[in-house]
């Protein structure tokens, strides 16, 4: 039996190849893809492999497990991004410990993580979570603004005291247009981006991409993949 650590540098290495494939089928950079490891569920112990192994970027959905796991790594070398829904009352504790918050969707949680910032005296990184299922005026199931709306949103977070624009994020939709294909859904995203860059220059990633898809989400441009199960296993229950 492969110990847990063994168990995680190979798979490691095999998420590695897997975006050093899909860069060299896209005639892409490797070095232009980061990978964020996603270790939601799992516990610190895991993430301080992780770090052994030399990941930097690591990102967590649920403030109330994110912050005793960060705390306890806070001797590591990581840089952390949320990517859950994220209430607002949430926003001061997740500015002490994430660089990035992937899932920005709405004007009331620009403002709540502008003063939580600001307070703590920090530059946070934010990314406009887009929903592509969404149309004019609605939300995503799974949070994110229609594509609309992006504009406005990225507009308001990079005139914001202590937030800055980085860019988009996405998540391949389960229905809708999108069901199915997301390489269509990360083309649109793409262009989504551009767009955005138009106005914004400096909001340049383009997060997008998980275990099932990171490699549609290469070969459409995504800058940052963030892979969860194909590195720490598949998460015991539904999340
Ligand atoms: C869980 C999660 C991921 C990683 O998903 P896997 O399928 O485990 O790779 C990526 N992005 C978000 C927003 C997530 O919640």
Same mark, same amino acid.
């Given at each position: 039996m492969p110990t847990r650590a063994e168990q995680i540098a190979a798979n490691l290495a095999a998420v590695r190849q897997r975006i050093a494939r899909a860069c060299e089928a896209a005639g892409r950079d490797p070095a232009e893809v980061t990978l964020i490891v996603v270790t939601k569920t799992y516990p610190a112990e895991d993430v301080r492999v992780l770090a052994g192994l030399g990941v930097r970027e690591v990102a967590e959905n649920r403030d109330q497990d994110a912050a005793p796991k960060a705390e306890a790594c806070a001797d590591l070398p990581l840089s952390w991004h949320f990517v859950g829904q994220l209430q607002t009352n949430k926003a001061r504790s997740v500015v002490r410990y994430a660089d990035h918050v992937h899932s920005v969707d709405r004007l009331r949680l620009v403002t709540a993580l502008s003063t939580a910032a600001t307070a703590a005296g920090k530059r946070l990184g934010c990314l406009?979570?887009?929903?592509?299922?969404?149309?004019?005026?609605?939300?995503?199931?799974?949070?994110? $603004? /229609? #594509?609309? +709306?992006?504009?406005?949103?990225?507009?308001?977070? !990079? *005139?914001? @005291?202590? %937030?800055?624009?980085?860019?988009?994020?996405? $998540? /391949? #939709?389960? +229905?809708?247009?999108?069901?199915?294909?997301?390489? !269509? *859904?990360? @083309?649109? %995203?793409?262009?989504?981006?551009?767009?955005?860059?138009?106005?914004?220059?400096?909001?340049?990633?383009?997060?997008?991409?998980?275990?099932? @898809?990171?490699?549609?989400?290469?070969?459409?441009?995504?800058?940052?993949?963030?892979?969860?199960?194909?590195?720490?296993?598949?998460?015991?229950?539904?999340?």
């Open positions: 406009v979570q887009v929903a592509l299922d969404a149309g004019s005026g609605e939300r995503g199931e799974r949070g994110g $603004v /229609a #594509p609309d +709306a992006v504009g406005p949103l990225a507009d308001a977070i !990079a *005139a914001a @005291d202590g %937030l800055r624009l980085d860019g988009v994020m996405t $998540v /391949a #939709p389960l +229905a809708g247009a999108y069901a199915g294909q997301p390489r !269509a *859904a990360f @083309d649109r %995203l793409t262009e989504i981006s551009s767009r955005l860059r138009e106005t914004h220059p400096a909001a340049n990633m383009v997060s997008a991409g998980m275990s099932q @898809d990171l490699d549609e989400a290469v070969a459409a441009g995504a800058t940052h993949v963030r892979v969860g199960t194909a590195v720490l296993g598949v998460r015991p229950g539904l999340r």
